[in-house]
Nanobody
Framework: QVQFAESGGGLVQPGGSLRLSCAASGITFSMYAMGWYRQAPGKQREFVARIDTGGLTVYGDSVKGRFTISRDNAKNMVYLEMNSLKPEDTAVYFC????????????WGQGTQVTVSS
């Protein structure tokens, strides 16, 4: 069964940084592009970033230049380094295998809450 487990969220002041982690299981991790998504209160889940099997990355317009996605195939992990955080980055963050900016699997983890506030 495909499972994703996100961690690393928290409360941070504007301009601060966080590093999110996602552990994937039930898939041959190295064969899948991976993505991060987020859902703010009252809004639909949106694409944040993806990294393909070759390491090529794509970012949503609102996070370009501030967030960096990476992966470790040996550990079945994907990461999201978030810098220069803004209040509008506040959301629950999720990972999933990515089918070009869309989640590939219906299984979602519990997500990790990121709150940017002074």
């Amino acid at each position: 069964q495909v499972q994703f487990a996100e961690s690393g969220g928290g409360l941070v002041q504007p301009g601060g940084s966080l590093r999110l982690s996602c552990a994937a299981s039930g898939i041959t991790f190295s064969m899948y592009a991976m993505g991060w998504y987020r859902q703010a209160p009252g809004k639909q889940r949106e694409f944040v970033a993806r990294i393909d099997t070759g390491g090529l990355t794509v970012y949503g317009d609102s996070v370009k230049g501030r967030f960096t996605i990476s992966r470790d195939n040996a550990k079945n992990m994907v990461y999201l380094e978030m810098n220069s955080l803004k209040p509008e980055d506040t959301a629950v963050y999720f990972c999933n295998a990515d089918l070009y900016k869309l989640a590939r699997f219906q299984n979602w983890g519990q997500g990790t809450q990121v709150t940017v506030s002074s």
